[in-house]
């Protein structure tokens, strides 16, 4: 079946300290994979997404995602956290590559907590 | 600057009326349409797929004549929740997928309060 698992509910890190947010996904093929940001009470704000390609992708804010294939894993990292990146960080997947994209599976999101 | 407009940002309507909440698509037409629902600290879980021009794919387990879509032009969804319950307070967010077809763009959600 597909899944998309994000298997850290809860993250804490301290200021300028680097950051690596898990994301794995069940599939038999190699699905679209994006990363998303929520701040408290508001939309998602796109970080990065993975279609094809080179395998280390850079987004916005000093974000970047690797996909592994071996692993089905798409973790996001930021070498150096700043606090205005807490927030909620959610992993989502289509997997109908074969197909116009369409609805998205999410993980069940990491909250990011920045210590100062 | 934003390219999925929802509105209104924040709703409190009483029981057994109904709310509609507007999904706009900024700078680019938008043939498809998704309607999501976030309960507190959770994940989000699909509810329809709204297609302009025709009806909308609801997804199992949600009621198609409690959520209402309308997708009547390339730039406007909206989505009618009647006969609201308490039980229906959450965070509704919709997406839209972009012009060229490769990005999926959010809107900045909906909190519905019914009491």
């Known amino acids: 079946a597909q899944s998309v698992t994000q298997p850290d509910i809860h993250i804490t890190v301290s200021e300028g300290a680097s950051l690596e947010l898990r994301c794995n996904y069940s599939y038999g093929a190699t699905p679209y994979l994006f990363w998303y940001v929520q701040s408290p009470g508001q939309g998602l704000q796109l970080l990065l997404k993975y279609f094809s390609g080179d395998t280390l992708v850079q987004g916005i804010k000093g974000f970047e995602a690797e996909f592994k294939r071996s692993q089905s894993s798409f973790n996001l990292r930021k070498p150096s956290v700043h606090w205005s990146d807490a927030a909620e960080y959610f992993c989502?997947?289509?997997?109908?590559?074969?197909?116009?994209?369409?609805?998205?599976?999410f993980g069940r999101g990491t909250q990011l907590t920045v210590w100062p | 600057g934003a390219v999925v407009s929802q509105h209104p940002s924040r709703v409190i309507c009483k029981s057994g009326t109904s709310v509609k909440i507007e999904c706009r698509s900024l700078d680019f037409q938008a043939t498809t349409m998704f309607w999501y629902r976030q309960f507190p600290k959770q994940s989000l879980m699909l509810m329809a797929t709204s297609n302009e021009g025709s009806k909308a794919t609801y997804e199992q387990g949600v009621e198609k004549d409690k959520f209402l879509i309308n997708h009547a032009s390339l730039t406007l969804s909206t989505l009618t929740v009647t006969s609201a319950h308490p039980e229906d307070s959450s965070f509704y967010i919709c997406?839209?997928?972009?012009?060229?077809?490769?990005?999926?763009?959010f809107g900045e959600g909906s909190w519905l309060t019914v009491v």
């Open positions: 989502a997947v289509y997997f109908d590559r074969g197909s116009t994209l369409g609805r998205l599976y």
């Open positions: 997406s839209a997928r972009s012009g060229n077809g490769n990005t999926i763009y």
